[in-house]
């Protein structure tokens, strides 16, 4: 025969697990969500940057000008197609230059959101690093104006370093 106190307080235990696994599973989405939107928050500027390495591989520089943002109808006011030829084609007086080998990884290496763009880092050759900006607004690309993201705090420095790291694999 059951005893009088012999269910107490099992709903109020079942109540608690209830609470405990809900505030559990809120954190871990909440998580979640955050580490995904920082891993993709510059996807579109990346794919902009991606197109333009691709049209620079395959020697399609009327492609790759577009995606810079300029057309020859319409060229850039500070940089014009044979400014393009002299950087990224064969017309550079640079050996550095001159040429990009087909036998190197030519893609970006590092993603970095400041205020109205994104700063790309393009590997070029083993000795050549550019740094592109693109553009939120206008999805347009040029040379950066500085080489870090100027007046970051350490939180975002310390983030960049740290789980920027997993954005790796998504850039190449």
């Not at 902009?48 to 020697?59: E, I, Y």
């Not at 399609?60 to 940089?79: F, I, M, R, S, V």
């Amino acid at each position: 025969m059951a005893g009088y106190l012999d269910q107490y307080g099992a709903g109020e235990e079942r109540r608690n697990r209830i609470l405990k696994w809900s505030i559990i599973g809120t954190v871990a989405a909440v998580v979640l969500a955050s580490l995904t939107w920082y891993l993709l928050k510059n996807h579109h500027q990346e794919g902009v940057v991606k197109n333009f390495v691709t049209a620079v591989k395959a020697g399609d520089y009327d492609a790759a000008y577009k995606a810079w943002g300029c057309t020859l109808q319409h060229p850039c006011p500070g940089y014009s197609m044979g400014s393009l030829m002299e950087d990224w084609g064969g017309a550079s007086k640079d050996p550095a230059k001159s040429s990009i080998p087909d036998s190197v990884v030519f893609g970006i290496t590092d993603s970095e959101s400041c205020n109205n763009g994104v700063l790309l880092t393009v590997q070029v050759t083993p000795a050549r690093v550019e740094k592109l900006w693109v553009d939120k607004s206008s999805d347009s690309i040029s040379y950066a104006p500085y080489p870090i993201c100027p007046g970051k705090n350490p939180f975002a420095i310390m983030m960049h370093r740290t789980i920027g790291r997993l954005r790796k694999p998504l850039l190449q």
